[in-house]
């Protein structure tokens, strides 16, 4: 019954919080009551008239080069399209506010994929990357980033620090080899969300995101929780669900998230009435602590 209810509140709190920044952008950007494209080669017979596109299934290798002239298309989602790579003149795309693509392979991106001047949602499901590269930090009117399932080992390049209007960063079941020092820069950052990566530590310059309020951290090795995250003022959801956190994990200056509303622990099997009742007299009143 307690688990019940702690599900109840959390959906409760959460779940709003969360809606506000993930409205599907697929159905709400892009030209109004325009028509969404599903056949490349049809697109490619009305180019200034494409602003839309949904891409399902193979495509053919020679027309995809010639995605680049689609020069008006701002919406764009790809699935399943048995490619590894995007053309070059990809990045030619200057009008490209939503990019989508899951159950691609694709190993690489266009070198000059910060030229997407345009782009704010980025969503890359299934791919192969090796890296996030300093491309991305040209990407300066970015506010949202989900990358999934990605697989093979991938490096976060320092680059990410310059993506100045990013609010939402999401990365799930992707081997992480690092989590960038430069993640401290980020001025925007509201929602940062990294889960199932195998971490086992975070950079303590994460205590200078002063924008963040959601920070998820759950199923990773993660043992110590670095000082720095108790200067994060703003923050009201915090979530370190199934690491390997014990009560000597979190020091006395819990006490200083003066805005935190809820506390996830639960997975961490060290934690016992006791121990939460000590967090629960320095944590903020009304502040919700799950542990079972």
Request: glycine share 6%; charged share 20%.
């Amino acid at each position: 019954m307690r688990k019940f209810y702690a599900a109840v509140l959390f959906s409760a709190f959460l779940q709003p919080l969360l809606a506000q920044e993930h409205t599907d952008p697929f159905k709400v950007l892009g030209v109004p009551n325009t028509l969404v494209y599903t056949d490349l080669k049809t697109a490619l017979k009305s180019r200034e008239q494409v602003y839309k596109m949904n891409l399902g299934g193979p495509l053919d290798p020679k027309l995809l080069p010639k995605i680049g002239s689609l020069v008006n298309l701002q919406v764009l989602k790809m699935g399943d399209n048995g490619i590894h790579r995007l053309p070059d003149d990809f990045a030619e795309l200057h009008s490209l506010q939503y990019f989508s693509t899951s159950g691609n392979y694709i190993d690489s991106l266009p070198k000059m994929f910060g030229n997407l001047s345009s782009l704010m949602y980025l969503e890359l499901i299934g791919t192969k990357l090796d890296s996030i590269s300093s491309e991305f930090g040209y990407l300066d009117r970015l506010k949202s980033m989900n990358i999934r399932n990605n697989q093979d080992t991938l490096a976060i390049s320092p680059g990410i620090g310059y993506m100045s209007a990013l609010t939402d960063l999401q990365v799930s079941g992707c081997a992480l080899r690092n989590i960038p020092a430069e993640i401290g820069r980020m001025p925007a950052l509201k929602n940062l969300s990294i889960t199932k990566c195998g971490l086992a530590s975070i950079p303590d310059s994460i205590g200078r995101i002063k924008t963040l309020e959601v920070l998820i951290l759950d199923n990773n090795k993660i043992s110590r929780i670095p000082g720095s995250i108790f200067k994060l003022k703003k923050l009201r959801y915090l979530s370190l669900q199934n690491n390997q956190l014990t009560p000597k994990s979190i020091s006395d200056h819990v006490c200083f998230l003066t805005s935190l509303e809820t506390l996830d622990l639960r997975g961490n099997n060290s934690f016992g009435d006791y121990d939460i009742s000590i967090l629960k007299v320095l944590l903020p009143l009304g502040c919700q602590v799950l542990y079972k």
